[in-house]
């Protein structure tokens, strides 16, 4: 495995080693031993996490506040998405900026989003199934959103706001402004 920091600090791009050959590929998703070694983070994993969506479909931007923070280690098993992450960390030298990335199931790229961190991604195809693993457990009252169009943040979400297919909940998430961190 080969592990990438970011322009934000503690988020990584994870390009797991992939032995193909005639019948097909196998790649080890997770070992905690090369992930700590990779990283130099020692993270325990505690739920895995999968949806299945079609192209257009926008989650985010999510996250957990408090104790019940939450890190992942995302990936794609079938289809692509553009991934964001907001660094909104108070204290870091990068807080309120974005970054994003492509997953998809040719790239077989990971990314690692620390605590402090909101996360959402775009589907841009249809029957994406994308996968995560959390070092929390959810808790519905910690949770907290940032809407995916703030103006500050700016971010370039690659569809029409036409084309976006947003859950109600995410339609009325407040600005990063107004986000209570």
Known sequence: ??????????????????????????????????????LGLDVNFVQDNESKSSKGVLRGLHYQTG??????????????????????????????????????EQNKTQFFV?????????????????????????NKQSEGGIIFNDEKLAIDWKLSAQELIISDKDKELPNLRNAIL
């Open 67 to 104: 104790e019940f923070a939450q890190a992942k280690l995302v990936r794609v098993i079938k289809g692509s998405v553009l991934d964001v992450v907001v660094d909104l960390r108070p204290k870091s030298p990068t807080f309120g900026e974005h970054l994003s990335i492509e997953l998809s």
């Open 1 to 38: 495995m080969i592990a990438k920091e970011t322009k934000l600090k503690g988020c990584f791009i994870i390009e797991p080693q992939v032995f193909e050959d005639k019948r097909g590929y196998f790649v080890e998703n997770y070992n905690q031993k090369s992930f700590k070694k990779a």
């Open 114 to 138: 620390p605590r402090g961190f909101a996360h959402g991604f775009l589907v841009l195809e249809d029957n994406t199934i994308f996968s995560y693993k959390c070092d929390n457990f959810y």
